[in-house]
């Protein structure tokens, strides 16, 4: 009943699905905790409506339906009075001034997401929203002058909103194509029909495509084609492929499969009108997809084992709601999370990524290749023409874009870079949407059981 076997060892990552189920159930909870009870984990500043999509013109593939919408907050009264714009504002002036990038750099310590020793309790970090070198992403912009929108994620769950058809498939035939280290990428490829156009200057391809083998582009060529013909196929096989590469088709493709199964597991039936699983929904694109199962699983290792690397990180970040208890609260809720997760590279280990590989490319140049295909992602998520997908597919890729610059950004040689207050939201939160999916996965399986009539 199973499509896969609790024993087995989750590929690429070190933990078996038992394990992870084992972690999940205690994981679970206070994750859930943490983002429904605090202020500072469900709300979420993000520019849903003025970004353009970079692509194509996203006026085409756009939802009506009504669970399509997302209500953001009109009433600054709402939101906690730190991050109010007026409160923003006043934090540019010279006391609450927080250390540019320039500055962070020449600081000897790790920043922690604080502002610094003679800078006032104030703790909004503030950025712009222009790219630092270590970012896997494009971040939003929290600051007061953004055209940003604070919604609450608890009054938009993420849940079946009837997306579907041409529009959708369009997006996620763009994100996998971003996938393609073999050939240029979506942005290099200017021309020609279906083609993308360049959102941004400076994208520096990959490196040491002479030492591509045939095989790999052939096979390429031919997955391109079939999702050209609407067949997508998602069980590639990557014998031939490096690890970075296959790790990257997984985050996509588990971020891909959590949010199936939340779409499946808040559905809406539509002749009765009430909202809860759908087991047909999971058979369809869950459970005779046992791959899609791996890599949402892969994905739940990664993200816990970044939130098990973030722990001192936590202990001395400061979160900042304009309440101290509530502050305090918050910072025992997250360290509760990381310290169930065991700190070392258990479940996961990715230092054997971006070394020197058998294809000739070096560690570096791959490690910026994989990180520029992951902004592209998150700028793909503009083009997304249902606004509660977009918040979600959004939040998702700067968690996953924030879990793996934890991963390959934090070590021992140079300071750790500071994350921005909607960087640990998105983080937290994704985890627990991974994890909700983990845990829907094995209601789903035990109602299936009941269907089959076993014990
Ligand atoms: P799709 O899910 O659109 O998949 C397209 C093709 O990709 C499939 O035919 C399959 O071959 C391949 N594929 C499917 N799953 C995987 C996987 N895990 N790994 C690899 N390949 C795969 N709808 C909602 O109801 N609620 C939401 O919150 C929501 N959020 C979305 C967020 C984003 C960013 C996008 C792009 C879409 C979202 N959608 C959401 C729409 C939803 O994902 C589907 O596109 C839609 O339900 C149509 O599903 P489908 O069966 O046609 O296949």
Not at 88 to 107: D, V
Not at 137 to 156: M, R
Not at 166 to 188: L, T, V
Not at 376 to 382: E, K
Request: hydrophobic share 30%; proline share 5%; net charge negative.
């Amino acid at each position: 009943i199973c499509p896969v076997e609790p024993g087995a060892t989750v590929s690429d990552a070190c933990a078996s699905y038992g394990d992870l189920d084992t972690l999940n159930t205690r994981l679970n909870p206070a994750l859930r905790e943490l983002v429904t009870e605090t202020d500072f984990f469900s709300y979420y500043r993000l520019n849903l409506y003025n970004k353009k999509c970079p692509f194509w013109s996203d006026d085409e593939g756009l939802c009506g339906n009504i669970a399509c919408a997302v209500t953001t907050l009109e009433n600054e009264e709402d939101i906690p009075e730190i991050w109010r714009a007026e409160e923003l504002s006043r934090l540019e002036g010279p006391k609450a001034h927080h250390p540019g990038k320039k500055e962070q750099k020449e600081l000897d310590r790790p920043l922690h997401g604080e502002l610094g020793e003679n800078v006032g309790e104030s703790c909004v970090v503030e950025y712009d929203d222009e790219c630092d070198e270590r970012d896997y992403c494009v971040p939003e912009d929290e600051s007061a002058s953004a055209k940003g929108d604070y919604v609450s994620l608890l009054d938009n769950p993420e849940r079946f909103t009837g997306y579907a058809g041409e529009g959708a498939h369009q997006i996620w035939e763009a994100i996998y194509r971003e996938n393609c280290f073999s050939k240029p990428s979506a942005n290099e490829q200017s021309q020609g029909a279906g083609s993308l156009a360049p959102p941004f200057a400076g994208f520096s391809g990959m490196q040491g495509q002479a030492a591509q083998d045939l095989k790999s582009v052939m096979k390429e060529h031919g997955r391109q084609l079939a999702s050209q013909e609407g067949k997508f196929e998602d069980n590639m096989e990557f014998d031939d492929e490096c690890l970075e590469k296959r790790v990257f088709y997984r985050v996509i493709s588990g971020m891909h499969a959590s949010i199936s199964t939340h779409l499946c597991h808040d559905y809406l039936n539509q002749s009765t009108g009430k909202w809860g699983p759908n087991l047909e929904c999971y058979k369809q694109r869950l459970h005779t997809h046992p791959e899609r199962i791996s890599n949402l699983y892969f994905n739940y290792a990664l993200m816990a084992r970044a939130a098990g690397k973030l722990k001192d990180y936590v202990q001395d970040y400061t979160f900042c709601t304009g309440d101290p208890k509530q502050d305090r609260r918050t910072k025992d809720m997250a360290l509760k999370v990381a310290n169930i997760i065991p700190a070392g590279p258990e479940i996961f280990d990715e230092s054997v990524m971006f070394r020197e590989n058998p294809l000739g490319d070096t560690g570096i140049s791959l490690k910026e290749d994989f990180r520029n295909r992951f902004r592209n992602v998150s700028r793909i998520m503009d083009c997304v023409g249902c606004d509660k997908c977009r918040l979600w597919g959004k939040l998702q890729t700067a968690g996953y874009g924030t879990a793996l610059k934890i991963l390959f950004e934090f070590n021992d040689e140079q300071p750790a870079p500071a994350l921005r207050r909607i960087e640990v939201v998105a983080f937290f939160n994704t985890l627990d949407k991974v994890s909700h999916a983990i845990k829907a996965l094995s209601e789903f399986q035990g109602m299936l059981a009941d269907e089959k009539g076993f014990p």
